[in-house]
């Protein structure tokens, strides 16, 4: 034998004098009427809900006692750096998401090569925009947040259901919004019982809001989304939706001056993701610089990119400009 | 009023001790074993729902014999710790020894502060990033817990098992090859009364160290067959070549038939493995 642990001393778990449960321990009555030590009486399919009752201080939704009273505070949270352009779109059995690299400090470019797409779990994605920091912890939590479920109850959420936990971590943050560390979600997904790909986003009170076909967030939404309206087909391939998301994201860039476009000096293309009935997956840095090559190549004959037919009926010009 | 009688605390742990063993010894045993490509995990179980093996976290795996409701409860809040210490610092700050640890003060805590002790027993594995990092806890309903290198067995008929399983493990086996192991040792004589090895009663699981972030795998139909079959692939030549006639052909089925006639350990890998500790000479059963 090695160690041997003779029970006496409490886990680190076990909480301090103020644990209403150490009560039923000191009672001797762990296993069966009181609670058993530590959290085993805490737990919860819900890793957010168990957080918020047992460590409430490592929610990231919580205000700041006294913040955006004065001037000076709001000056230090617009001062934050902030996410900026998220397009995604949902192609053929599945949906693309893509973002671009930068983080902007007011008029400053705080970094260039920030990621804001990330795997949620097998079959979903999530990017963000807003608080860069705050937006690190709400991935971390909705990673963690899904990943708990699937252990604790041996199923994954569907993904509606992901969803809707998103939104309530998003409403979670509704105080903070009102403070100025806003950040705002756009969740993409592979619904496995309808073999397609979903979008949802969210507002800073929740949501959550299916878009169809394709969606932007961020700074630069909306010239992303214009793009992408004129450039989406139904059923596309996911290469092609990946190649019309980078095109979006150069038209932001183009027009909005907190996306970054792609960064050929330095090498830093937008991070493209693809989540299809073979799960979650981002695409290498060759690939995203393929995608990115070929956009700026068509950008030195076309700078304003591919047009679209004018009159319906047409096939879509990109191909014979 | 009634006296309470005085019970001797050495009485009262004794008496404990026995309750859970006795509740332990009723369930069959389990194996846990390194293999080269990870950590490989084989229990009984005929339900495919309630299981005994799981996923604690990226690399780590969680395995109990016992009641269920109470390991069940142990493996939750194992899943609880171990998501808010990665949660809390980093993902790769969560390690096997923390989860054994905290299992083992609080069964600790348990046995002495409970009327009713726990009547389970859990193994906690981790694999490394190279097979030295492999690490496998055992820890019992007293809160004891041992570092097992390399395999090990635990339940009712933990050291039978045990035996059987030392005599067939050696360091950087195959998943077949390891597979066959622990299926030769769980069919031990006691160890339950199935004679018989189907993949429905059996719950198989795996850490694969190839595998990026959750390295945790379940095993089962198709896959699990193919296993099954492959592990007996690996050690029939040896028992069945020998025999090397006409009837030879039918020798891995045929040796299964008579039952009366063989070993009572179940098909497949022990008959085998017996069969060539007899030595070439011996045809398993020429009739």
Redesign the interface.
Known sequence: ?????????????AGGDGDPFSAG?AA?????TGR?????G??SSS?AD??GS??PG?LPSRTVPGLGTDGGSGQAIRDLPHATTIVAAVCEHGVVMAGDRRATLGSMIAKRDVEKVFRSDEFSAMGYAGTGSVGIEFV??FQ?EL??YE??E?RSLSLEGKANRLAWMVRGNLGAAMQGLVVVPLFVGYDEEADRGRIFSYDVAGGPYEEHRFYSIGSGSLFARGALKKLYVDDMPAGDAALACVQALYDAADDDSATGGPDMTRRIFPVIATVTADGFRKLSEAESEDYAQQVVQGRMAAPDGPTAPLRNGQPPSGGHA | MSMPFYVSPEQAMRDKADYARKGIARGRSCVALQYAGGILMVAPNPSS?L?KI???YDRIAFAAVGRYNEYE??R??G???A??T???FARHDVTARGIA??Y???????????????EVEIVVAEVGEQPSGDQIYRITF??????EPGFVAFGGQADQVSAQLKERYSDGMSLAEAFGAALSALSVPGNGDSKEVVASQLEVAILDRARDH?TFRRIRTARLDELIGESRALTAPAGTAPAGTAPAGTAPSGSNAPADSGPPTGPGPSNSDRGSGLGDGTPPNPA
């Open positions: 034998m090695g160690s041997y642990y003779d029970g006496q001393q409490s886990g680190p778990f321990r001797g009555s762990a296993g069966l058993p030590p530590g959290f085993m805490l737990q890793f168990f957080l047992h460590s490592l971390r939590l963690v990943e708990h252990k604790m041996g | 729902a299981h799981s996923e604690i409860n142990l939750k809040a899943v609880t710790y998501d808010i990665g949660y809390q640890n905290w083992a003060q609080t069964l600790g805590t348990i046995f002495t502060e409970s009327n009713k002790p726990f007293d809160g004891s817990v041992t570092d959750r």
